[in-house]
Structure formats: C-alpha cells, structure tokens
C-alpha cells in the first residue's frame, strides 16, 4: 500500500490513542501488504477496521492532484516534517495537510486568537502586540476566522513576519471566504496553511474547538486578546492549560463584553500584559535568543528618541475614542490649536483619527494627563 493512501486510511480511524496512532503508522509504513488481521492485531474494533477500509477512490485522487503542488504537502505523525511542538501533544492529528512552507511550522510560534466581533481597541492593540511579536521572531499562528485571527495574520505580513493559519475546513475550501487573498498572502510569504480535515470538507461547528487544540499544540504559549465568556477563544486557552502552554491575556475596558473573557483569564491565573516584552520575556527559557533580538526592536516605537510632538496633548488622548473637544477641555487649549496638534501627532503616528475622534497607538511613559478644565 502506497504512502498517500495508508496516511488518509489511517486518518479516517476515530477513536485511536496518540501512542497506537503512533505505532499503527511505523506498521503501516514497514507493510506492503495490510489485511484485516494486521489491524486487529493492533485492537481496532471491527468498526476501526471498517473505517481504515472504506476510502472513497475519489479522495485519493484529489490528494494527489493536490499534492502535485509544490507547496502543497501530506505529512503524518511519524515523519521528520512533523511539527515537534504538535508531537507533545495527547490526542494529535495523525495527519497535516499543508500549503506552504513546513519549515514555518517548525519555528517558535505563538498563537493569537480573539473575538470574531472585535471593537476597534482590540484591532488596535491586537494589531500592535502581534507586530512586535513578530519583530521579535515569532511566527503567529491562529485560525484564519474574521476578527482578531485575521488581524493578527496581516499585522504580521505587514512588518514581514511569519504567520500560521490553522483551518477548522479542508485545504480547498478556505472560510470565510473573504479570507482567500489573505490565505494566498500567507502561503506565499514564507507561511503556511494547515489543517487535519480532508480538502474538500466544508466548514462545521465540531470541527473548529479540533482546529483550536492545534494552533495551541504548534504554540509555545497564547495570547487571547478580546473574548466573550462564551468564545471559543477560551477553548483555545483551556487547550494550551491542558498542554503546559503559557496563557496571555490583554486586558479591556469594564463593560465590554469583548473583555469578560480575558478578564476571567487573568483571574484563573493567565499572565495579564501591557506590553509585547511581558510576554517575551516569560518565554525567555525557552526562546535562548531572546536577548539579542528584544530591547531595540521591541522599544523602537516607543523609545525616547522617536520626537514626542505635543505631549501635553497627547497625555490627553486616551485608549478609547477621545473627541476633539474632550482633548480641548482637558488640555485647556481651544479646539482649533488641538486640532492642528492632534493632526501631528498622527502624521506622526502616535494617534489614529476614528469616528468620534482619536485613540492612542503608542505608549509614552514620560506623559500624564492634565485634566485641566475637567
């Protein structure tokens, strides 16, 4: 029996330990001939042995029309291209479907996962931590969902990081669908797209808390950065408690209920952060290059030496949307002299303009609010 074929027998098998998994597939591969009493030799039930039977020719086909793409690779549990991190964990997928580079998924990663309905502060600071995180070296992995996943997958394209995206469907069936530029991006810039489910499997409720366990298996930690008390963002953080992975949490405003989730996080006991290096720095045993790669990149926005213009005005313009004429108030200057002040400081990139105002991009320590007039 050809490699392809025992690799998707051996995948459509429910039920089956890490370990028999592990040994069925060193049998498969020494093997030629696989009978009925090889299987039960290793304790497939009769509906085990019926699942490894029943193959659809059709998807053996497909795989190997897929496979004939360069970047396109099948990789099982045993092989060297595994990756090791997903090896460590109970229950792992006897096998990968990916597009792109595998080296991607052998590099530190760190999973970034969140709300689907995000509000600007999370894109905000979601964007920026995952920016950093890359600087620094990590690959981001996470689901490729709308929200906080594909926030983080094009912040670290935007600063030429790596990014891993795990699917809850098929290779050939990318959701959402408004994602299929983003996944291209992904895979053609030194990434890759994974997924354990046949090609062309569509989408379904049960198979995304499965994806979830994989992007906190390929992770040295995760960072959850806005969640309900009912998202799966928190089966992901609940996956990585399960694997000895580190948990983050941003924190969030009071009575968003984007920061529930994140806020009992921080609660059960995940590592609150304010800032990228929080979390760099809990890695440090395990990521040894570390401190070679972190103070200058890390601190570079934010660094004394970047002109600080207005700082009385930019004390006064806070995390979440600030008007203009609250900017005014508080610095005791009139509307039009803020205005112009605050049109510099976002040329100079220290605050974004949004509807209903500005909000704060980058943290200057040295800073204070005034609340003059207040």
């Given at each position: 029996m050809e490699r392809i074929e025992w690799m998707l027998r051996l995948a459509n098998v429910k039920g089956l330990s890490s370990r028999l998994v592990r040994h069925l597939a060193v049998t498969l591969q020494d093997n030629a001939h696989i009978d009925d009493d090889l299987l039960l030799d290793h304790g497939l039930s009769e509906i085990q042995r019926q699942q490894f039977r029943e193959l659809?020719?059709?998807?053996?086909?497909?795989?190997?029309?897929?496979?004939?793409?360069?970047?396109?690779?099948?990789?099982?549990?045993?092989?060297?291209?595994?990756?090791?991190?997903?090896?460590e964990i109970s229950r792992r997928p006897s096998l990968l479907y990916v597009a792109g580079s595998l080296d991607a998924l052998q590099t530190p990663q760190l999973g970034v996962v969140g709300s689907?309905?995000?509000?600007?502060?999370?894109?905000?600071?979601?964007?920026?931590?995952?920016?950093?995180?890359?600087?620094?070296?990590?690959?981001?992995?996470?689901?490729?969902?709308?929200?906080?996943?594909?926030?983080?997958?094009?912040?670290a394209?935007?600063?030429?990081?790596?990014?891993?995206?795990?699917?809850?469907?098929?290779?050939?069936?990318?959701?959402?669908?408004?994602?299929?530029?983003?996944?291209?991006?992904?895979?053609n810039s030194g990434g890759a797209l994974v997924s354990e489910f046949p090609l062309d499997m569509a989408p379904h409720p049960v198979n995304f808390p499965r994806r979830n366990r994989i992007i906190s298996g390929l992770s040295l930690g995760v960072l959850v950065i806005e969640a309900t008390l009912k998202s799966g963002s928190l089966v992901t953080a609940r996956y990585a408690l399960e694997q000895n992975r580190n948990v983050y949490a941003l924190?969030?405003?009071?009575?968003?209920?984007?920061?529930?989730?994140?806020h009992w996080l921080i609660q059960q006991g995940a590592l609150l952060v304010a800032h990228p290096n929080n979390i760099l720095e809990d890695l440090h045993?395990?990521?040894?290059?570390l401190p070679d790669s972190t103070s200058e990149t890390i601190y570079s926005q934010d660094s004394d030496d970047v002109p600080l213009p207005f700082a009385t005005v930019l004390a006064n313009?806070?995390?979440?949307?600030?008007?203009?004429?609250?900017?005014?108030?508080?610095?005791?200057?009139?509307?039009?002299?803020?205005?112009?002040?605050?049109?510099?400081?976002?040329?100079?990139?220290?605050?974004?303009?949004?509807?209903?105002?500005?909000?704060?991009?980058?943290?200057?320590?040295?800073?204070?609010?005034?609340?003059?007039?207040?």
């Open positions: 659809c020719p059709r998807q053996l086909e497909r795989t190997h029309a897929w496979l004939a793409h360069e970047q396109h690779h099948l990789v099982a549990c045993i092989e060297e291209h595994y990756p090791t991190t997903l090896a689907r309905h995000c509000t600007h502060y999370g894109k905000q600071w979601g964007s920026w931590f995952t920016q950093q995180l890359a600087l620094s070296g990590l690959t981001i992995t996470s689901g490729l969902a709308r929200g906080i996943d594909g926030v983080a997958h094009r912040a394209l935007e600063v030429q990081g790596k990014t891993v995206a795990v699917l809850g469907s098929g290779l050939q069936y990318i959701y959402p669908k408004n994602h299929q530029t983003l996944a291209r991006e992904i895979m924190p969030g405003a009071l009575g968003n209920p984007g920061s529930e989730g994140t045993s395990t990521l040894q290059w313009v806070g995390d979440e949307v600030t008007p203009v004429d609250v900017v005014a108030e508080r610095a005791g200057q009139p509307v039009p002299v803020i205005a112009a002040h605050l049109l510099e400081l976002e040329l100079a990139g220290w605050i974004a303009a949004v509807p209903g105002g500005y909000v704060r991009l980058r943290r200057a320590c040295h800073v204070r609010r005034t609340y003059v007039l207040v």
